[in-house]
């Protein structure tokens, strides 16, 4: 697909997945829960033909499954860990993480293919597969899915029991964060550099909604309202495609112009034809700290590959509940002592 092409032609529907950086090793980590790739085996032996049948059916329908999947995958795993707490619904006594600002423009099919394949397996196999283990087999599909790399998913987890509002505002970062601010919140949850620019990569699939990048357009500084870092043909057609964003605020664009359904390393090569869309995208490339690896994965993609399977392998193991501490849900988005009550 032609850049000319493409650069005017910026506009749908969001799913946004900023994502950041980070530095040095970060706090130590408990010890990871024993998970294994097996663990539904004899309790649900098709657990992953039917999760891979689903997500399979769902992109088919809906080609932004994939980013929106990927997207809810971290910004679950990074408020209370990845138990599914992001998929429970608010009531009239609690305000949930999907209902927190950071998480309002998730997307509905993201939520939609994990409700259609436990609806599946509870017909199948009842009370046996937790929703957090579908969430995270569903991302990896789905990934694969669309030239990304396969990894492992180890199962086990089990589903959060908690699920607030203001633990999403807390634990989520922002598209406009410093790079120290950005380095700081990623090593606070033990990632370093290199696995953070290595999981913004994500961003070579999706959307992002014009709100998280139009300070880059009109109100960059008081003597140049348009950042001099972004390629002007870029910066021509998101003005275009964000001009009533306010009265709109669901126009958006794509995070890579270029490839933009396809997971690949373009995203890397963008940042250096100064079409990276957020601020957090483009300071990859301007900072000492990240520069080296940006370059890196723009022309190894292999090397980007390797470097996101093992990060997403970690990210998956990131809070997880065992044990006592969580459930087995009935329904991915209500707590099962709110169903029995």
């Given at each position: 697909?032609?850049?000319?092409?493409?650069?005017?032609?910026?506009?749908?529907?969001c799913i946004a997945f900023p994502l950041t950086l980070t530095s040095a090793a970060g706090p130590a980590q408990p010890p990871l829960p024993v998970l294994t790739e097996d663990y539904y085996a004899k309790t649900c032996p098709d657990f992953q033909k039917i999760v891979r049948e689903t997500v399979t059916d769902k992109q088919s329908e809906k080609p932004v499954t994939a980013a929106g999947t990927l997207r809810l995958?971290?910004?679950d795993c990074m408020v209370t860990g990845c138990d599914a707490s992001l998929l429970i619904s608010s009531n009239h006594v609690n305000k949930a993480e999907r209902d927190a600002d950071p998480n309002l423009s998730l997307s509905g099919d993201a939520f939609d293919v994990v409700r259609k394949a436990k609806t599946t397996l509870e017909l199948t196999?009842?009370?046996?597969?937790?929703?957090?283990?579908?969430?995270?087999e569903a991302t990896r599909d789905l990934v694969t899915m669309v030239g990304g790399p396969f990894y492992k998913v180890k199962l086990g987890r089990l589903d959060g029991r908690v699920s607030k509002a203001e633990l999403a505002d807390a634990n989520l970062p922002r598209t406009n964060q410093t790079m120290d601010e950005m380095i700081k919140f990623f090593e606070s949850k033990g990632f370093t550099v290199q696995e953070?620019?290595?999981?913004?990569?994500?961003?070579?699939?999706?959307?992002?909604?014009c709100k998280?990048?139009?300070?880059?357009?009109?109100?960059?500084?008081k003597t140049t309202p348009t950042d001099p870092d972004m390629h002007p043909k870029l910066a021509e057609g998101l003005k275009r495609t964000c001009?009533?964003?306010i009265q709109d605020p669901s126009m958006s664009a794509f995070n890579d112009p270029i490839t933009p359904g396809k997971f690949d390393n373009m995203y890397y090569q963008n940042l250096k034809r100064r079409l990276g869309l957020l601020t957090s995208d483009n300071a990859l490339l301007k900072d000492p700290?990240?520069?080296?690896l940006v370059e890196l994965y723009a022309t190894n993609q292999q090397a980007f590959f390797d470097a996101f399977s093992k990060v997403m392998e970690k990210l998956s193991f990131y809070g997880v509940k065992t044990g006592k501490d969580g459930e087995v849900r009935r329904r991915c988005d209500t707590f099962n002592d709110v169903i029995t009550s």
């Open positions: 697909m032609a850049m000319a092409a493409t650069l005017p032609a910026l506009l749908v529907l995958f971290f910004h196999c009842p009370g046996v597969v937790s929703c957090s283990d579908i969430l995270a953070m620019v290595a999981l913004s990569g994500a961003h070579t699939i999706g959307f992002s909604h998280e990048f139009t300070g880059r357009l009109f109100n960059y500084n001009a009533n964003f700290r990240t520069k080296p």
